[in-house]
């Protein structure tokens, strides 16, 4: 059985108030597993091909993932629809950060959002089975993996990796460790954290957001306030020290 990742910022009691369930807009909530829609067809566009993966309806609301692949690699994955509610909110980046590290489905739940979690890895995995079938169907199947590979070969050749400074702070030393494809951020790794139950709940969120943001421009996660700002401090010293 998976682990479960915990969000512990959200399981302090107190913090957090109690809050009915509500479907996002347009959501309907069935008691079936997973609708019987058929997800949309796959469209190219320059950054990837991009996949909607199955609505899937739980009893908090319906899920659905959009990913984006270059070749076979996930390369982004955005929410469609998810329940309205704090702890799918918290789990959300923790999910899109694991997949993108695992390249799969195969990831661990969250806990807390164990319901959001199951069903975002059906519609995730849906997605995943449409852009393998959509590229097999391709008469230029082959020649479009050749490239692909070839442009990973490339991407590869052109990477560049820069170690943040090291920020000391009262819980302990932060540093960051930024992977870049030209002038995209294409990973951060953590080389230094406070151990503490926050931080490792915190560190996925900052990453996912980093992500998206291409930048040290991000939020604070609630929390975990100074490690936040040691790693924002040491994502920027990183990305100045590229040039």
Do not use: C
């Not at 959300?92 to 997949?99: K, M, N, R």
């Amino acid at each position: 059985m998976k682990r479960a990742i915990p969000v512990v910022a959200l399981s302090i009691a107190g913090l957090i108030p109690v809050w009915r369930y509500e479907p996002s807009i347009g959501g309907t909530t069935s008691s079936t597993a997973e609708s019987a829609t058929t997800p949309s067809a796959a469209t190219t566009a320059a950054s990837g091909t991009v996949v909607k993966g199955t609505t899937i309806t739980t009893d908090k609301g319906p899920v659905q993932v959009q990913v984006t692949f270059s070749g076979d690699k996930i390369t982004a994955v955005k929410m469609l629809q998810q329940p309205n509610h704090p702890q799918t909110t918290a789990a959300v980046p923790v999910l899109i950060s694991e997949t993108l590290k695992a390249q799969s489905a195969d990831i661990d739940t969250v806990s807390g959002a164990t319901i959001t979690s199951d069903a975002y890895k059906k519609s995730l995995q849906a997605a995943i089975d449409k852009n393998a079938k959509s590229a097999s169907a391709s008469p230029s199947a082959s020649a479009s993996a050749s490239a692909s590979a070839s442009a990973s070969a490339s991407a590869s050749a052109t990477s560049k990796v820069v170690a943040g400074s090291t920020v000391s702070t009262d819980k302990g030393p932060v540093q960051v460790q930024v992977t870049f494809s030209g002038d995209k951020i294409s990973a951060v790794k953590m080389l230094q954290q406070p151990n503490h139950p926050q931080t490792t709940a915190a560190v996925p969120v900052l990453i996912a957001e980093t992500l998206k943001a291409q930048s040290a421009d991000i939020d604070t996660v609630s929390g975990a306030t100074i490690t936040s700002d040691g790693y924002k401090e040491s994502l920027q010293a990183a990305i100045d020290a590229k040039g």
